[in-house]
């Protein structure tokens, strides 16, 4: 990869924070975006902006074939067999929130199962709760392996006959672990289970094939990835998204309305009632060219590279804690001693370098891992091994900090 010509491509990158050359490290959070990005927005904006679908002028038809050819981008970004199965939705929450309410209200009854784990986020633990609250289903964890990554063994007892959804991230964005999301899959459809996939913190950094994966529903969102915020998309397969209905009603998505009653168009505008996000997914649409540009599976083996380096200067530190396994994407979570995380944010910021502090939406792993909240640097394309050596000085600067307050 040729980092230089990469950070060229973003433009936030070339600037200064608290007088401190800027180095971001919260890509898990949102990725910065590529001039490709920011100018298929403003030329939407400037020389096409319409509605789409419903006009036959010019502007309309242009807009359209933007809106509908970054739908084909997507389907052949993770390879879904066909343009029906791609639903442009805010982003992964509400991605996930549509499964929940029209397939699994729908569908799940008092006895039945659905099966996440501890280290899921808030987006993918409070829509199955709620499910559970309104269908009588029970909601069960899977167990977490000491270093927070999954048993494919206690997978299989802890999935039965009685599951019918299985709802797991691919890649934890506290953690970095990567699930088995392909033998996890096996596992929930040999039990008669469905399995939806939060691609959120995998789809930026990795290839993603979901035909190959098998799952049935796979959730992203458009600002990970090098797209706009309010942009997200949702993959399901046809035969399962055919008996859905839709979970927000309008313009857009219907066929006939009559005084009494209203049908729905097909496939999968039905899902998409009212004025689409046309901008958020022509943006999307230009971040898949450029991430595709650079190659998936450089950017993969990039990350990793960069969260080798950073595990392995940070454990340098006394008093510093990582947690999860070994094997991880592009992000490294932490404590300190007893500095607060929030503490250790606030001094890196005044050094110009931009981490996350908190409970990561992720409550229930942080009350796992016996902790209220930790610190969390995350890295993407653009960032560098320099990069890295400028937060573990930063973090030796925190830590002499403290050690002379305290």
């Not at 990469?6 to 924070?17: E, G, H």
């Not at 990835?225 to 008996?243: A, F, S």
Request: glycine share 8%; hydrophobic share 40%; aromatic share 8%.
């Amino acid at each position: 990869m040729d980092i230089k010509y990469i950070r060229s491509q973003f433009p936030i990158l070339d600037q200064q924070v608290n007088g401190k050359k800027l180095v971001y490290l919260d890509s898990a959070a949102t990725s910065q975006k590529p001039l490709r990005v920011i100018e298929a927005l403003e030329k939407y904006y400037k020389e096409y902006n319409s509605n789409v679908h419903r006009g036959v002028h010019t502007l309309g038809t242009r807009a359209t074939d933007g809106y509908e050819g970054a739908r084909e981008k997507i389907r052949k970004f993770i390879n879904a067999s066909s343009m029906e199965e791609i639903i442009f939705t805010r982003g992964t929450t509400t991605a996930l929130n549509t499964v929940a309410t029209s397939y699994a209200r729908e569908t799940l009854k008092s006895g039945d199962e659905i099966v996440i784990t501890y280290m899921e986020h808030h987006s993918n633990i409070i829509p199955w709760q709620q499910v559970a609250k309104k269908t009588g289903a029970t909601l069960k964890y899977l167990p977490l392996q000491e270093d927070g990554s999954i048993s494919l063994e206690e997978a299989r007892n802890t999935i039965t006959s009685n599951t019918k959804i299985v709802s797991i991230m691919h890649v934890s964005n506290v953690l970095g672990v990567i699930n088995p999301i392909k033998e996890l899959t096996e596992i929930a459809h040999q039990n008669g289970a469905i399995m939806v996939v939060d691609g959120a913190q995998s789809t930026p950094h990795m290839k993603i094939d979901v035909q190959d994966l098998n799952c049935d529903f796979f959730a992203f969102s458009g600002h990970k990835m090098c797209g706009p915020t309010g942009i997200g998309v949702l993959y399901g397969k046809k035969q399962l998204l055919e008996k859905m209905e839709p979970v927000e009603f309008g313009g857009e998505m219907i066929d006939f309305v009559e005084l009494q009653d209203s049908t729905w168009k097909e496939l999968p505008w039905k899902f998409e009632a009212g004025t689409p996000i046309i901008a958020g997914a022509i943006g999307l649409g230009a971040a898949i060219d450029f991430l595709e540009e650079i190659g998936l599976d450089n950017i993969n083996a990039h990350d990793q590279k960069l969260a080798k380096y950073a595990s392995e200067r940070m454990a340098e530190i006394e008093g510093l804690k990582i947690y999860g396994p070994k094997e991880r994407t592009g992000l490294v979570t932490f404590t300190m001693d007893d500095v607060h995380p929030h503490d250790v944010a606030t001094v890196l910021d005044a050094e110009g370098i931009a981490v996350r502090a908190g409970h990561h939406c992720a409550q229930p792993l942080m009350k796992w891992l016996k902790v209220s909240a930790t610190a969390r640097a995350s890295f993407y394309l653009y960032n560098t091994e320099d990069e890295i050596d400028q937060l573990v000085n930063g973090l030796i600067k925190t830590k002499e900090y403290f050690s002379n307050v305290f």
